[in-house]
């Protein structure tokens, strides 16, 4: 199956656990759990996830998700678009667009500068400097078109950058009062569908509801029509940008996508229904003292999709129970009364009750008995079927990967080593580290039954990694180049990508 949309992008996102401070002798030492990972996941697509424990796995999973914060790094997410959700760090964009337009120029005559002093310098010492100069304006640059040309494309041409940046930050203001008051209408048309039909003309609360949404309705009407005078005004501003030689350009580098790594915290709750995740333990991840139906409920609830003690509630936990496996009738059990496969299950439906568009498998079914671990994996893939779900299912093992994904991702010392289509993975290998885990799969087969080859030599420290590539310590083809130059992550064939100097199969 072909997937052509992205609906979540990664770029360069590290992540890096402290484990001591800095002293009068030595700097801090830090685990580089995600060392600069990279990598688009498309929607309607399972992207597996593999490598050995300690390869930093879980950990981009959840800072995928904001459970963990990134060190650095950005990620885009593509299942709402930036007009919809209109986060804060948009807004501040906008209002910065003159001063940011002025920065810009100023950094590429700073570029310029230090480019020329770095043909003029040749003390080791001082290209170490100036390089250091010439990466901190790169990166500046780099800012400036992941968030203002991302924002307003060719609009950065315009004449009158203040006019556009006031026009464009009324357009995701009232877009952003528009979000609101929908919100507050769903509320309410909550509180009265709650009612019974009887008290639903006379009952104080069902009266004050309805009047509320009367009122949101008028004012939606006028933002509406602000909105409509606005865009007209957007297009007038575009038309003088569009007339610049690079208004093309930056405008194709326009992009809806929202960069999770900015929003606040009230910002990404309002996303937790649409990114969710299923955790590894099924034991310690569900709470011993809620029932099952408290536990699937809780987000619902608390998302304001549906009102507590309600029969509908009621009724639409009872159909995701079903979807995930459960009989409805057990819904008012606790968790220590099912077995380790039934609360994989509940923590499914959990995952689903909110209707997600992308779902992280934390390992879902390594807890698990293998004869338990082909039902979840078959349930995972029925249920991305019928909802169109997106997974990143992480896992240790490429053989259970195997079976429920596109492509296949392969993690070492919190770097992508290879990135391809499953397919590729296992009849086209290109790295070493790949290999070795497909040799380590047990098989049936009597001709390499008994021939398991563990890799040689243990994974190293993360808060030490070796030079050059990560790999080469254990990898039977390494050489003076591996073990002093890291290799360049890069497409080695058609939507193949590979970190390494001598990929196999290599002509």
């Not at 002093?117 to 100036?130: A, F, G, M, S, Y």
């Not at 009102?307 to 968790?335: A, C, F, V």
Request: aromatic letters at 8%; one cysteine or more.
């Amino acid at each position: 199956m072909k997937h052509s949309e992205t609906l979540v992008r990664v770029k360069d996102l590290k992540k890096y656990f402290q484990v001591s401070s800095k002293t009068l002798f030595e700097d801090a030492a830090y685990v580089k759990a995600n060392d600069g990972v990279t990598l688009d996941i498309m929607r309607g697509e399972t992207l597996g996830l593999v490598g050995e424990s300690g390869s930093g796995k879980s950990t981009l999973g959840r800072v995928l998700l904001q459970l963990y914060k990134e060190t650095s790094g950005t990620t885009y997410y593509y299942g709402k678009t930036l007009e919809e959700l209109a986060p804060k760090y948009v807004l501040r964009t906008i209002k910065n667009l003159e001063r940011d337009v002025k920065a810009l120029e100023a950094n590429r005559i700073d570029r310029r500068k230090v480019k020329s002093q770095l043909e003029k310098t040749h003390d080791p010492k001082e290209i170490r400097k100036v390089e250091a100069k010439f990466e901190e304006v790169d990166k500046k640059i780099d800012d400036f078109f992941d968030t203002t040309v991302k924002i307003f494309g060719g609009l950065v041409f315009s004449e009158d950058l203040s006019h556009t940046s006031k026009t464009v930050y009324d357009w995701y203001d009232a877009r952003g009062k528009v979000i609101k008051i929908n919100k507050k209408i769903h509320a309410d048309n909550l509180i009265v569908e709650a009612l019974t039909e009887s008290k639903k003309e006379n009952d104080p609360k069902a009266l004050k509801a309805n009047q509320r949404i009367k009122e949101a309705n008028e004012e939606l009407k006028t933002l509406e029509s602000k909105i409509l005078t606005i865009t007209s005004e957007m297009d007038k501003i575009r038309q003088t940008a569009i007339t610049h030689s690079k208004y093309d350009h930056y405008e194709s580098r326009k992009d809806s996508g929202i960069d999770l790594t900015r929003l606040s915290e009230a910002e990404m709750r309002s996303l937790r229904t649409e990114l969710q995740i299923i955790f590894q333990d099924p034991y310690s991840s569900l709470d011993p003292r809620m029932t099952i139906a408290q536990i699937i409920g809780e987000a619902l609830v608390a998302h304001g999709i549906y009102r507590k003690n309600t029969q509908k509630l009621t009724d639409y936990i009872s159909k995701i129970m079903q979807e995930s496996g459960l009989q409805p009738y057990m819904m008012h059990r606790y968790p220590h009364e099912f077995s380790g496969g039934q609360r994989q299950r509940i923590g499914i439906a959990r995952a689903l009750a909110v209707n997600p568009e992308f779902i992280v498998a934390d390992e879902a079914v390594s807890a698990l008995d293998v004869s338990i671990q082909s039902q979840i994996i078959n349930l995972m893939q029925e249920l991305k079927e019928d909802r169109g779900l997106t997974y990143l299912f992480i896992s240790h093992d490429l053989g259970v990967v195997r079976y429920l994904s596109d492509r296949i991702a392969v993690m070492y010392l919190g770097d992508i080593v290879e990135l391809a289509t499953t397919d590729s993975i296992f009849n086209d290998t290109a790295h070493p580290y790949t290999e070795a885990l497909l040799e380590a799969i047990p098989t049936t087969e009597v001709e390499t039954r008994g021939t398991i080859k563990p890799l040689d030599g243990d994974v190293p420290s993360p808060v030490n990694p070796p030079s050059g590539c990560k790999f080469h310590t254990r990898c039977k083809y390494a050489t003076e180049k591996c073990r002093t130059v890291v290799p360049e992550y890069r497409e080695f064939k058609e939507n193949h990508f590979v970190a390494c100097h001598y990929p196999l199969g290599a002509q």
